[in-house]
C-alpha cells in the first residue's frame, strides 16, 4: 500500500474552498460569479500547496518508512496478524507496522534469554559432571604420587578407583558425544527389520548380574510373542533398550520386578518396561528427558549415571518419528513406552 497524497490534497483543497466561499457569501455585495472564481482560486492554489506538501515533505518519506517496513514485514512478520488502517490514517499504520516489528523483536529476545539461561544451566551441570570423576581421580593419583605407590595394596586399591573414576568419565563424554551428534544428525540411522524381543533378551543377559545383586526379576512377559519384527535402526533402539532397563534396574527397591513387554496392532509395535521401584512425581515426569534432570539429585549421583540417558533416549525416538510414554506413581513404579513400525513407512523407509 502507498500513501495517495494526491487524493487527500484534493479533499483537504475541497473543504477549505468551501469554507472560504461559504465565509465570502456572508457579505451581499460578493456576487454570485465572484464567489465561483473564490471557489475556484481556492480550491486549485490550497490543492497544489496541499499536494506539494503532502508528497514531498511527509508521504514520501512517509512511504519510505512504510516500503521498508513492508519488506521486513514479508520476510519476518509473516506470522503477526496485522489490522488494517484506513488509507487516511499513515501515521497509525506505520506505528502499527513497528509495533509488530518491535513485537517480533521482543519475542526473539526472550527466545534468547532462554537459551542463554539454557545454555548457563547446562555449562553449569556438565562443570559439575566431569568434575566429580575428574577430582576423584586426581586425588587417588596425587596421594600415590606423596608415597602410598610404594605400598602394594594401597596402590591396587587406588589404581583401581582411579580407573574407575575415568571409565565413568570417558562414559559421560561418550554420551554427550552421542547426543550432540542426533541432534545435529550427524548419526545415520539404518533402519532395518529385526526381532525386538530378541534384542531385548540380549539386553537383559547384558544386566542379569546387577539384576540379582539386587534380587530383581527381570524378564521378558510371559504372554509376550516368540518374534516381535519392527522396522527401525537395529543400534539406536538398542541404547534405547539399554538405559530404558538400566534405569528401570537402578530404581527399582530390592526384591522387585523389571518386566518387558510387547503389544502388536496392525501398524505397530508397542514396547513397554515396567519396573516397580520408587516411581516418579508427577510434577517432575516432564521434565526427566532434560539433559542432567534427576528427581532427587543427591539419591541419583549415588546411583551412577550421567543423567543422559533419558535424554537420549527421546532424541532417538524423535529421529524414529516417534516419543517415549511414561506412566508412574510415586512408591509403585513406572512404566516407559515407545511404539515402532512392524514395517517400512514413508516416515522412516529413507535409510541413510
Known sequence: MVFNSRLIAVLLAFCIAVVTTSFLSLFKEVSSSALVVTFLISLSSTYLLGFIILEFLIFREINKIYNLLDNLRKSELTAI???????????????????????????????????????????????????TPIFAAQGFVHTLLDGAVKDKSVRNRFLKKAAKSLDGLDILVQDLLTLSQIETGEIK???????????????????????????????????????????????????????????????????????????????????????????????????????FYRVDKSRSREKGGTGLGLAIVKHIMEVHKSKVEVSSEPGKGSVFSFKLPREATLQTSPAE
Do not use: C
Open 81 to 131: 496478524d496485522q489490522n488494517k488502517s484506513g488509507l487516511f490514517n499513515p501515521l497509525k499504520k506505520i506505528n502499527e507496522e513497528i509495533f509488530s516489528y518491535a513485537a517480533l523483536k521482543q519475542k526473539e529476545i526472550d527466545e534468547l534469554k532462554k537459551l542463554e539461561a539454557f545454555r548457563r544451566e547446562f555449562i553449569a551441570d556438565v562443570s559439575h559432571e566431569l568434575k
Open 189 to 291: 540411522m539404518h533402519f532395518e527389520s529385526f526381532d525386538i524381543r530378541q534384542l531385548a533378551e540380549e539386553v537383559i543377559d547384558q544386566f542379569e548380574n546387577k539384576a540379582e545383586k539386587k534380587d530383581i526379576n527381570l524378564k521378558i512377559s510371559k504372554h509376550a510373542p516368540e518374534e516381535v519384527f519392527v522396522y527401525a535402526d537395529w543400534q539406536r533402539i538398542n541404547q534405547v533398550l539399554t538405559n530404558l532397563i538400566s534405569n528401570a534396574i537402578k530404581y527399582s527397591n530390592k526384591n522387585g520386578k523389571v518386566t518387558i513387554d510387547f503389544q502388536i496392532t496392525t501398524s505397530h509395535v508397542v514396547t513397554r518396561v515396567r519396573d516397580t521401584g520408587e516411581g516418579i512425581p508427577p510434577e517432575h515426569v516432564k521434565r526427566i528427558f532434560e539433559r
